[in-house]
């Protein structure tokens, strides 16, 4: 099963994949390549260090999207690398018809929030100023209601007397990065 990961930021569950695998814990999963839409993000910096092509590809003109010129853009770059899976790993854009179309039933995303609680953005956030005692995190498959599709799995995560935000925080990207790489392990069992 071949896996595109896409990232904005600093990739910490870009990394936790990439460690599964080199622990042998992926099945047949195999990561060919990550794709950033910033230029700096900490993503990229992963692909040298684990031996995976890791390249920015120019999201211009849109901040929170990827459309037009820039969406056939990215969408000839997955295509060449024949992905069966795309894992939208703190991809921090809005994915269009004509690409969700071209990769139907192939993205995941990971979400900070347990679905359908706290779509959107700051779904850690929202959650904590919400005061919930119990959050958590999904992988769902994409389509084109943002957050809306159908939940693969969920982690929980116990908000506890005496977290703060920061404690808060670091208990939700532990969860995620068991989350993510299982995963991705489970749906490389169909190849
Ligand atoms: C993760 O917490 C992920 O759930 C979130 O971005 C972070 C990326 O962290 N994704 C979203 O909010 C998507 N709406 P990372 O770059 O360290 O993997």
Excluded at 6 to 26: C, D, F, P, T, V
Aim: aromatic fraction near 6%; proline fraction near 5%; charged fraction near 20%.
């Amino acid at each position: 099963m071949r896996v595109v990961i896409l990232g904005s930021g600093r990739g910490s569950n870009a990394e936790a994949i990439l460690l599964a695998k080199q622990a042998g814990k992926l099945g047949r999963a195999e990561i060919v390549q990550i794709f950033s839409d910033q230029p700096e993000a900490g993503i990229l910096a992963l692909g040298p260090r684990f031996g995976v092509p890791a390249d920015y590809l120019d999201p211009a003109p849109y901040k929170t999207k990827l459309d037009g010129a820039a969406e056939e853009h990215y969408i000839a770059a997955i295509l060449a690398c024949q992905a069966d899976l795309i894992v939208l790993a703190g991809f921090m854009r809005v994915i269009k018809p004509r690409f969700l179309e071209t990769f139907s039933g192939k993205i995941i995303n990971l979400h900070p929030s347990l679905l359908p609680s706290f779509a959107g953005l700051d779904g850690i956030g929202q959650a904590w100023r919400r005061g919930v005692k119990i959050a958590g995190c999904t992988v769902h498959y994409v389509t084109q209601e943002v957050d809306g599709g159908p939940i693969i799995d969920q982690a929980v995560v116990r908000i506890e007397a005496g977290d703060t935000l920061e404690s808060f925080t670091a208990k939700m990207h532990a969860a995620e990065h068991v989350l993510l790489p299982a995963v991705i392990e489970e749906l490389s069992k169909r190849f």
